[in-house]
């Protein structure tokens, strides 16, 4: 039997059309008892990119401010970075607008299969998979020149024209992160994004979450770490759900309207030889509310050999990664990628 034929409406349908709960989103992991509980707020320190900028006085105590962030949590919340509160909220308005659409419509944009671009649910690719409770968009944006246009929505008018915008803010963004990462480990500013190669790449995530009638059983996004170098998180203003593990402990990220989630990937961890680690999160399902959120992944050139930063590695701190290339394909289903890069 094909994939497609274990391929479910998108959630979205079955909330509507008023669908039983399907034992398919049944979560199992080990963590599952953890579902339902009321979770510690995660406290992800605040980074200020103003204060990163090779002028500002404060950019010394910004730039370990980062640092600890990062070897701690391996995320940040990340404050005056350039993008407009405006463009924000536009951008998680046209994300709304586009799912409120009528199915027929946001068909128009629908994965084929086997492939990631597109409207759809999550990839899958077995009858056994237990599946997310969550409806995707994913698009390239980044070069402008590998976009498919065919899957940028044209409803609302706005998508696209944000979008663009959005992309262009998300990328200078990523850059800054990635100069101060470099140097808040003592590295040049240029090291991480000189691996990066000639043409790196963004997709974007608009992931849509409806209200779930058993969020005691079933997970918007298990447990998982970006296979990104870097993921920028715009979250939903109003309604919480990711959640981060520390210390083999969940706890759930508070929203702040203005700042954006930066999320350390794999390919990062390995640049940094595990200075940095990526971060495990899911998201919780909603028993009352959808929640939408836009995950950027910025990702290296696919041609790009990606190691640990020779500065990074002495007779005290062994290498610990191996070289890889084209990370972003190297996924397997239930599986924490990085380990297959460790040495
Ligand atoms: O919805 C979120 O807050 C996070 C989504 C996520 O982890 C992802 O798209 O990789
Ligand atoms: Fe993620």
């Known amino acids: 039997m094909s994939a497609s034929a274990f391929v479910p409406k998108p959630v979205q349908e079955q909330v509507e059309s008023g669908e039983a709960f399907s034992a398919r989103y049944i979560y199992q992991g080990p963590d599952r008892e953890t579902l339902g509980a009321r979770l510690p707020l995660a406290d992800i320190p605040v980074v200020d990119l103003e204060k990163l900028s090779s002028a500002n006085p404060d950019r010394d105590d910004e730039l370990k401010n980062l640092r600890s962030a990062l070897s701690s949590w391996g995320c940040v919340q990340a404050v005056n970075h350039g993008m407009s509160g405006s463009l924000m909220e536009e951008m998680r308005e046209a994300t709304k607008s586009f799912f409120a659409t009528p199915k027929e419509e946001k068909h128009k944009y629908a994965r084929q299969e086997k492939m990631f671009e597109g409207y759809g649910n999550d990839m899958v690719l077995s009858q056994e998979q237990v599946l997310d409770w969550t409806d995707r968009l994913y698009l390239t944006v980044t070069p402008a020149s590998h976009r498919k246009l065919k899957f940028w929505p044209r409803n609302p ?110 390919q990062i961890e390995i640049m940094s030889n595990g200075e940095f680690r990526s971060v495990v999160h899911r998201v919780s399902a909603n028993g009352a509310r959808e929640r939408i959120s836009v995950a950027v992944f910025c990702m290296p050139d696919k041609e790009s050999e990606i190691e640990p930063a020779a500065g990074l590695v002495d007779e005290n701190r062994p290498r610990l990664y191996k070289k890889v290339k084209n990370y972003y394909q190297h996924y397997k289903p239930g599986k924490k990628t990085i380990d297959d890069a460790k040495i």
């Open 157 to 266: 008018p706005s998508f696209r024209g944000v979008l663009n915008e959005y992309a262009e803010a998300t990328e200078q963004i990523g850059e800054v992160i990635l100069k101060s990462m470099a140097a808040s480990l003592g590295l040049d500013e240029n090291c991480f994004l000189e691996m990066y190669g000639q043409v790196p790449k963004m997709y974007a995530r608009f992931n849509y979450y409806p209200p779930c009638p058993r969020p005691d059983l079933a997970l918007g996004v298990k447990p998982h770490a970006d296979r990104s170098a870097l993921t920028i998180l715009l979250q939903d203003k109003d309604v919480e759900g990711l959640q981060v593990e520390k210390d083999r402990q969940w706890f759930r990220v508070p929203t702040i309207p203005d700042a954006l989630l930066v999320n350390v990937g794999d």
